[in-house]
């Protein structure tokens, strides 16, 4: 609910969409396309390089002037006005949500609880910037006086599929003699796979957790100390081979990471969205302060272009709008998100966790249960290997998924003719899903009858394009902000908190319970349910058959 207006699906400006979606299901992009010559045009937005092509959607004028009726409801701008402005829009954590203050400029101001948080904000940036320059430039030693030339990142969830996805796709930034890597699953191959080529002298670890208390990050962080000093012997290397990112300086302290070697944020900063805190210091390591500056301009761009621009041009909200349309009127239970770039292949990922972990929610911001779908299923792979892969169902499958296609026009690995090859895959896919082939086309073709159902592609099938000149540290900031602000107003829309995670605990604290009873001698009393119980039987009789 927003605005004690109501429950959002019985709202006028709802169900004027539902009415209108009786017509619009009806209607076939092929037709909408030859009945309007400027349809590519008018509906297409470009904000900061980057350009949304949104006229493959299933929509006409009308469903967004609706839509567009329904975000001006909802109150988003004033929602937006209260997340920029500090407010404590994290209500069930009492926290303001001010991840757009960690790429504001040096003199812009923004106050919490009275106190303007833009020099601390800097304060860290130029901490991190000193430090990554030490490193970068072989300054920073090891305890045998030897520089530095692997990063590890410690990290789950926030803490590493920010960091990762960014490096990834700007390692062709990177310093080639440093090498950036990430472990961050409980499965102990992770580490050991990383770090069997490393030598213990030359590497750095961040252990990177906003609470400190996250179970895998610990213990993850807890072999690195052991391995580190399996290999030196000596307790004062950790100094030197440690660096903590955090907003828990005790627990850092209390792991034995000098506080000098901590850097800090914020309880505003979710972890989802803290890639440009100072999580992401193994990507400042990497490519350097100028580039990860460069990269939060484009974030600071694109916020101020949500902040500011009218909603019709607006790109975050049009794209939240268009995915509230095909998730509420559609029936659309996922999203595919295809970015036509190798260095975006960890974006799918990423964007799983800020999409699904921010809107996965059924209970709205009065505590009652939604009576509409919230967050969708996030799902992606980067093309062209997608099209050999799971492409089949969304060309002919019977679901409805609506995609976004991510490319540029220049590579920044050319090669060959590979990038207009990759290009012109990606605008195939977005054509021929949207207007497919008719059986009369496969049989003028020649096809035999028995195959033209087979042959046949009924299209209409809704998709984005979003194209950049480049992937550049600025673009991928953009492009970054651009989901995370999408994300922010479908949430508004749907009246839910969009900041907290509750869902995540309670997993959690059942693991807690069960580790002992894997790890006990003694074969322990089980008082789960049935199937849990009789899991943790065969696990452990499992290992004692291995003996
Ligand atoms: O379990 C979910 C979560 O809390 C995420 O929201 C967060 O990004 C991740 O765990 C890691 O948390 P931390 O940075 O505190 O280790």
Known sequence: MTK???????RPEWLALAQHCETVRSLHLRDLFAADAERAERFAVEAGGLLLDYSKNRITDETLRLLLDLARASGLKERIEAMFGGEKINVTEGRAVLHVALRAPRQSRLLVDGENIIPGVHAVLDRMSAFAERVRGGDWRGHSGRPIRHVVNLGIGGSDLGPRMVWEALRHYGQPDLQIAFVSNI??????????ELDPAETLFIV??????TQETLANAHAARRWCLDATGDESAIAKHFVAVSSNAQEVA????DPANMFGFWDWVGGRYSCTSAVGLSVMIGIGPERFREMLAGFHALDEHFRTAPFERNLPVLLALLGVWYNGFFGCESHCVLPYSQSLWRLPAYLQQLDMESNGKGIGLDGNPVAHQTGPIIWGEPGTNGQHAFYQLLHQGTRLVPCDFIGFSRSNAPLG???HMLMANCFAQSQALAFGRTRREVEEEGVSARLVPHRSFEGNRPSNTILAPLLTPGVLGKLIALYEHKVFVQGAIWG???????GVELGKQLADRIIPQLEADAEPELSHDASTNALIGHYRRGRSSLR
Request: hydrophobic share 25%.
């Open 4 to 10: 004690g207006r109501g429950t959002l699906s019985q």
């Open 187 to 196: 499965d102990g191959s992770d580490f050991t796979s990383v770090t069997r």
């Open 208 to 213: 990177c957790s906003k609470t400190f208390t």
């Open 254 to 257: 209390r792991f034995g990471i």
């Open 417 to 419: 003719r590979h990038h």
């Open 496 to 502: 839910i908190n969009s900041f907290d995670q509750w």
